[in-house]
């Protein structure tokens, strides 16, 4: 009779399997951070791109401009980034001139929660006027088809090349605009038009005291 040989299959013990995880996830930790640190510059440039096409964009017949940061109350031009890593820069906004050097108006970031996430624009603003002249959505996730007509609805858009923030803006409905101040909301999207007007008039609120106190200074 041929012997018959018993073999037992060993589980692996738990520290084994607790081991072979932890390097798993050590590895894939490294991985992703890698890929992070590679493609972060490029997102950066990216952003930085467009950021300088919406501003020549929302102040026309501007050419080239200056980054202006707050210090002690009053607007400086920023000659130098220097933040500390893991810092954000300091907010700014920009001063435009055109091809004879002349002031043409200021482009102000700004940026305010709307339905789904925060929507982030950046405005024209003519301090002369009071009057907003462009506006770009720098970043939104709004729901398709509904909450982003504020980037596609042409007759939405149309309403920021000439819109007075005094008193301040205020949304409406459709077909109701009566005054230059007034900017009428988007059937079926309005949380994220209302979002818009919050946005513009956040961002005018907070630069306009040292947009003025500049302009005495030129």
Not at 85 to 107: N, Q
Not at 154 to 181: C, D, R
């Amino acid at each position: 009779m041929d012997d018959i040989k018993n073999t037992t299959t060993l589980e692996p013990s738990s520290s084994r399997l607790i081991a072979t995880l932890g390097i798993a996830g050590l590895l894939s930790g490294l991985l992703l951070v890698g890929a992070y640190l590679y493609t972060l510059p490029m997102i950066e440039a990216n952003k930085a791109a467009a950021l300088e096409r919406a501003i020549y964009k929302v102040l026309p017949s501007c050419t080239s401009f200056e980054t202006l940061v707050l210090t002690d109350g009053k607007l400086d031009v920023l000659k130098e980034v220097k933040a500390a890593a893991g810092s954000k820069p300091p907010k700014a906004i920009y001063a435009g001139h055109d091809d004879a050097g002349k002031l043409v108006g200021f482009a102000i970031p700004s940026d305010e929660p709307g339905f789904q996430d925060v929507i982030a624009g950046i405005m024209g603003y003519q301090p002369e006027t009071k009057t907003i002249v462009g506006f770009e959505v720098l970043d939104s996730k709004e729901t398709p088809g509904l909450g982003d007509k504020i980037i596609k609805d042409q007759a939405f858009t149309v309403q920021f090349e000439s819109l007075s923030v005094e008193p301040v803006i205020v949304s409406v409905k459709k077909g109701e605009k009566k005054n230059p101040n007034e900017v009428e909301a988007i059937t079926g999207a309005t949380i994220s038009s209302k979002t818009v007007v919050k946005l513009l008039n956040k961002g005018i609120g907070e630069w306009k005291g040292a947009i003025e106190g500049y302009l005495k200074t030129q």
